[in-house]
């Protein structure tokens, strides 16, 4: 079943989640010494990588992978970036151990998402070691989809994405081939006051207060989105969430701060209409308060009767006996950018469970890393070949 190397697959899964990539460069953490990793890998295949910078210390490593015969480019994405493992003592395992234990690998990014980019790589090895296939595999680990997903946009401004006839994006997906996600707006409010001593509040101006109420009326305003959207049937409801909230000093208690600032993520559906959402934010501010767009990330849906779709159902079914179903990724992938600035039909599949990403005790069965790499043989194999009578993809 696609001749997967199992023993070299978990190794190398297990050696990416050793190196703490955390998209928190203050820190001096990075992704260059995991995207090192995966090049060096891509050699041993016998690929030349390239190695490109989307920003300072975060380089994206592309490969394509020739069939040899005429046919379509098949993109396979993940990505080498993984938030933070918050409190170490709150773990089980170590976060950057790799530990195996009853079957399942620990880490931070153990799903989401060095287990899917392993995989990838390992089925793209063992469909090429299969003789030649029509067409060609384009394999891109890029940096930050965790934070700007500056990775994604500096390869589809580099080129890189042209001529690609559809993309599998390898996150966690618990076995359902997602065909939609969600969009994403990062928003930032910021309120701007009058410095002025604690015990005299009428000589400044608090801009605490109205960015609470800002804070309160999303609650409002998410009710009043979700009534008029409805429940997408695969994605749930959109949310407007405040997230953080930065305001003062907490050594000079006495001090009214002269701004306070408040970030909010918005989750949204097809449904949503972005730009009326930012006004109707924008109308929520109150005097003194002001909100910019961070990130837009439309929502996204594929036909189901793409044949990207069709041939990740069907090579699921191949190797687990069952059709599996449709499902939608609740928040945002590198997808969003394929989609939106290169045209790409997009699916998501991959490895883990599509719940528990960013979660202390962070896992993956290695028994679906396996599974995972051999159904994106399966599907690989039928979609280059679609067009052909004897290979046409049936579900």
Not at 202 to 221: D, M, Q, T, W, Y
Not at 336 to 353: N, S
Request: net charge negative; glycine share 12%; hydrophobic share 45%.
């Amino acid at each position: 079943m696609g001749g997967i190397d199992p023993e070299g697959l978990i190794a190398f899964t297990q050696a990416l989640v050793r190196i703490p990539s955390v998209n928190r460069l203050s820190h001096g953490l990075g992704e260059g010494p995991v995207a090192a990793l995966v090049a060096a890998r891509m050699r041993r295949f016998g690929w030349t990588p390239l190695v490109e910078e989307a920003a300072p210390e975060r380089p994206n490593v592309i490969a394509m992978v020739e069939g040899g015969r005429p046919g379509p480019t098949l993109m396979f994405e993940g990505h080498t970036d993984v938030v933070t493992e918050g409190d170490p003592a709150a773990w089980s395992y170590d976060p950057f151990g790799g530990q195996i234990v009853d079957g399942r690998l620990y880490g931070r990014g153990a799903a989401d998402m060095k287990g899917g980019l392993a995989a990838m790589l390992f089925a793209a090895a063992a469909l090429e070691a299969e003789g030649p296939f029509p067409g060609r595999l384009l394999l891109a680990a890029l940096a930050d989809e965790e934070g700007m997903m500056l990775g994604a946009k500096h390869f589809v401004a580099q080129g890189h994405a042209a001529g690609v006839a559809a993309a599998i994006v390898c996150e966690p997906e618990g076995g359902e081939v997602c065909v939609a996600q969600k969009g994403a707006m990062r928003l930032w409010v910021e309120a701007r006051g009058r410095m002025a001593h604690g015990a005299m509040p009428e000589r400044g101006v608090n801009p605490i207060p109205p960015l609470a109420a800002f804070a309160l009326s999303c609650r409002k305003i998410e009710a009043e989105l979700q009534a008029e959207a409805g429940e997408h049937r695969l994605l749930g409801r959109p949310y407007v969430t405040p997230t953080v909230l930065v305001a003062g000093d907490p050594e000079q208690l006495n001090v009214i701060p002269d701004r306070a600032g408040l970030g909010v993520d918005v989750r949204s559906t097809p449904a949503v209409d972005h730009g009326a959402l930012v006004e109707r934010l924008r109308a929520a501010c109150g005097q003194g308060v002001s909100l910019s767009v961070l990130e837009d990330r439309p929502a996204t849906e594929t036909p189901a009767d793409h044949p990207v779709v069709l041939a990740l159902l069907e090579g699921h079914r191949r190797v687990h006996g069952a059709t599996p179903p449709l499902g939608g990724v609740p928040g945002a992938t590198d997808g969003t950018i394929l989609w939106r600035d290169a045209g790409l039909p997009i699916v998501t599949y991959g490895p883990g469970d599509k719940w528990i990403a960013h979660q202390v005790d962070e896992h993956v069965e290695v028994g679906e890393l396996v599974a995972a790499a051999e159904v994106y043989v399966e599907a690989a194999r039928l979609f280059l070949s679609v067009g052909t009578e004897s290979s046409r993809v049936r579900v």
